[in-house]
């Protein structure tokens, strides 16, 4: 089967409450004997969704993959990036040397060299400016054994706040939605979910193309069987929306009007679990009087769709036996971001569906690793999930790492990505290192992060794989080991934690991460209080067992998995204890949650302003054990259309490419699918532009522009659409001082109060036309 052409390939239709048939998808060279392969075991690093995969090795190279029927994520299913991705790490251009940059060039250099360089500078700034001279911007791509490292290097051994993830731009808003509302962070669901509902509510989220494995599974429940009804959000008639029964095509940055228009419609008609609210929330009467307002009348003239599809879509999920709510970046990067994805929360909790099969709420994760940055502590939390706020929490942590509890910085929260970046722009960060990740293409207005990046006050270390967009500005570049080359696990957006063997040796002389986080340990002298070395680990399995007992007791308990049980079966849902030795499916079946003040991991914020409450704020909500329904009021987004920019535009992806495409531009048959940037119209704004399918067209912002071809298609009237993934590694003569590709370079630096994650999908532009 052709999986470029059919995506979600062959059907397999099943009831609710069936289980998911096994289809094992697999992809291997042509002419490599199948008796001549060694099978390694994996998962896929694509997406979120984790899909159980092993990897084909043949004469010490990776020749294919397939999907591992065993696995509860796939049943053997893998999508086209899964299936075609794989063929990057054989990619002629991988970087095998360190780079140093010298005379304005970067040029080859050996381990000692470069490392020497990094450690030198590093302790020429904190001799010179502290630990606050120092930031770390990492991936979402990168294992558990490389965050946590990093993270006890970082907020242990330097003492900086500053370190923070790409999942600021992907998953933050997720986390942030669940503090809110359960306490902590973690899906409370399964992927089984799916199995079971006969609802599913998905805003700002086009499963079709972000998670295509997910997809299939829905797909089979949707042509089996017990058909469940469906609601979707989006501007665009992707995929997902053509299976809808209610398709809502709102204007951008309208979200938390939408969605407190639906609460107030399951208010109004009674469409509420009364004893549950009662027993097991607390904040009903504020969020009811916030939305006593919102009729879907005041909704529809806001989101600009039809008030009576607006009441069609509450009639659906306030009768619905088994709701699954999902989003993702329609409102992670949107305006009320927080805000919005708290009301998700909320409609599941008001119908009293969570914590049993096929009833529960998904704060989806972006990337494959994103899950693990917010356990470890590698971006805006601290490891374990606990609470920056709390003292006792800080000294858990500083015991588990043998220092003092001053050592660990927690004045105030962890550096934030875009205030990570504002402080290299004025300056008080010196040394910055990027890793795994490619900013010079995803952050926000492109042209001012090119201007930080390129300082020579900056000293700028980038490890990666790729001389990426942003490797191109580093000061010392440093070749790393990826997915199939070193060994690690990590997690998905259920809670599933996959082992993924080392398949392979690393091209040259490249590194896996883990190693070069405890090089760098090494070469600064980090000590503990004993003065012994801060690191005590020097294996990714020592790492791993290490993760185990700092997270004991905690929401995210891995301390009763190993890579032993990890093998040879699927993965496994934490938390995993001496209690519950084969995982959990799902949190908070007794609906109680992790609201006890001395427990969570947040004390929570006002959703508007993003002010941070203290413990005594938190106490005074009486929760605990009890979900907190939180309410926000819709406030009318930042940069509306006007005269000189009509249109609002968004960005989002392809079913064929991942981020920036350093991985996925790189396989042949992915890269063919999908060569090239386009923009969605719509055929009356095209109409009144004269704008021809496929022509020529500019797209400016008050911050940059964007040149492709046009697409006139099925998108509401007033909105534009690019995808994201198109940087500049692979355009000869195009940039953006040439043909202007990224999405990136019309957004705007500005985020949301209480995430701090981006609104990459919300400005206002103009499209003209360029050429025929």
Not at 433 to 438: D, P
Not at 518 to 535: E, M
């Amino acid at each position: 089967m052709d999986r470029i052409a059919d995506i979600w390939g062959e059907r397999t239709p099943y009831p609710a409450g069936g289980g998911w048939p096994d289809r094992v998808d697999q992809y291997v060279d042509e002419g490599v004997p199948e008796t001549e392969i060694d099978w390694v075991q994996s998962a896929c690093v694509l997406c979120s969704n984790g899909c159980g995969m092993d990897i084909a090795v043949h004469d010490h190279r990776i020749v294919g993959v397939r999907g591992r029927a065993v696995d509860r994520v796939n049943h053997g299913r893998l999508g086209p990036k899964g299936l075609y991705g794989w063929q990057a790490n054989n990619s002629a251009d991988r970087l095998t040397t360190p780079l140093v940059r010298r005379d304005g060039q970067l040029v080859e250099a050996g381990w000692d060299e470069a490392m020497d360089l990094v450690a030198e500078r590093s302790r020429q700034v904190l001799a010179e400016q502290g630990p606050l001279g120092m930031g770390f911007y990492n991936s979402g791509q990168l294992f558990l054994e490389d965050y946590y490292t990093l993270a006890l290097i970082v907020r242990g051994g330097i003492g900086t706040p500053h370190l923070d993830g790409n999942t600021r731009l992907c998953t933050a808003t997720a986390d942030f939605a669940l503090k809110e509302t359960f306490g902590t962070d973690g899906a409370p669901g399964s992927l089984t979910d799916f199995d079971h509902c006969d609802t599913l509510f998905a805003i700002g989220y086009n499963m079709a193309e972000t998670h295509t494995v997910l997809w299939a599974r829905m797909l089979d429940r949707l042509q089996g069987p017990d058909r469940p009804r469906l609601v979707v959000v989006d501007p665009r008639r992707t995929k997902v929306a053509e299976q809808a029964d209610v398709h809502l095509a709102i204007r951008n940055g309208t979200n938390l009007a939408l969605l407190n228009g639906l609460l107030h419609e399951l208010i109004a008609n009674g469409w509420v679990d009364d004893k549950f609210v009662q027993a097991h929330t607390v904040g009903f009467d504020k969020l009811a009087e916030t939305v006593a307002d919102c009729s879907p009348e005041w909704a529809a003239e806001i989101c600009g769709v039809g008030a009576d599809d607006i009441r069609a879509a509450a009639r659906i999920i306030g009768t619905a036996e088994r709701l699954v709510s999902t989003c993702l970046q329609g409102v992670y990067q949107s305006h009320q971001a927080t805000a919005s994805a708290c009301q998700v929360n909320n409609l599941n909790l008001l119908r009293g569906m969570i914590g049993k099969p096929g009833a529960s709420v998904f704060q989806l994760n972006g990337q494959p690793t994103a899950q693990n940055t917010r356990e470890t502590g590698a971006d805006g939390d601290l490891t374990g999930m606990r609470n920056w706020q709390n003292p006792a929490h800080i000294e858990e942590l500083a015991k588990a790492w043998n220092l003092e509890p001053e050592q660990i910085p927690s004045w105030g929260p962890p550096t934030h990505a875009m205030q990570l970046f504002r402080y290299a722009e004025e300056g008080s960060i010196r040394f910055l290192w990027i890793a795994g990740t490619n900013p010079a293409v995803s952050l926000p207005e492109l042209h001012r992060i090119r201007s930080i990046l390129g300082q020579d006050r900056l000293f700028l270390v980038v490890s990666d794989p790729f001389l990426t967009e942003t490797a191109r500005y580093a000061d010392v570049v440093l070749p790393t080991a990826i997915w199939g080359e070193k060994t690690g696990t990590f997690t998905n957006h259920d809670r599933t934690v996959h082992l993924s063997e080392k398949a392979v040796e690393p091209p040259g002389e490249a590194r896996p991460d883990l190693e070069i986080f405890l090089d760098y340990a090494d070469r600064l002298g980090l000590r503990d209080k004993d003065g012994q070395p801060l690191v005590k680990w020097r294996t990714p399995e020592e790492c791993f067992d290490a993760f185990g007992e700092v997270t004991r007791g905690r929401p995210c308990d891995y301390s009763g998995l190993s890579y032993q049980k990890l093998r040879g079966g699927s993965g496994i849902q934490w938390p995993v204890t001496e209690e519950q030795p084969e995982g959990t499916e799902r949190l908070y079946t007794d609906h109680v949650f992790n609201t006890a003040t001395d427990y969570c991991e947040d004390y929570g914020h006002d959703l508007l302003t993003g002010a941070a409450q203290e413990k005594k704020d938190y106490a005074a909500l009486e929760a605990n054990g009890r979900a907190v329904l939180k309410a926000a009021r819709y406030l009318p987004p930042h940069e509306p259309p006007d005269d000189d920019y009509p249109l609002l535009f968004t960005s989002g992806r392809t079913a064929y490419h991942f981020h920036t495409r350093t991985k996925t531009g790189r396989a042949p048959q992915l890269q063919a699918a999908a060569p090239e940037a386009w923009v969605e119209i719509c055929p009356a704004d095209a109409e009144k532009l004269g704008i021809a399918d496929g022509e020529l067209v500019r797209v400016e912002s008050r911050r940059g522009r964007l040149e492709a071809s046009a697409r006139v298609k099925g998108i509401r009237e007033g909105v534009v659409f690019a995808p994201f993934h198109y940087g500049y590694w692979d355009h000869l003569g195009a940039g953006p001082n040439g043909r202007p590709t990224a999405a990136n370079e019309l957004t705007s630096t500005d985020w949301d109060p209480v995430s701090k994650q981006p609104l990459l999908k919300l400005a206002a532009v103009r499209v003209s036309k360029l050429a025929d």
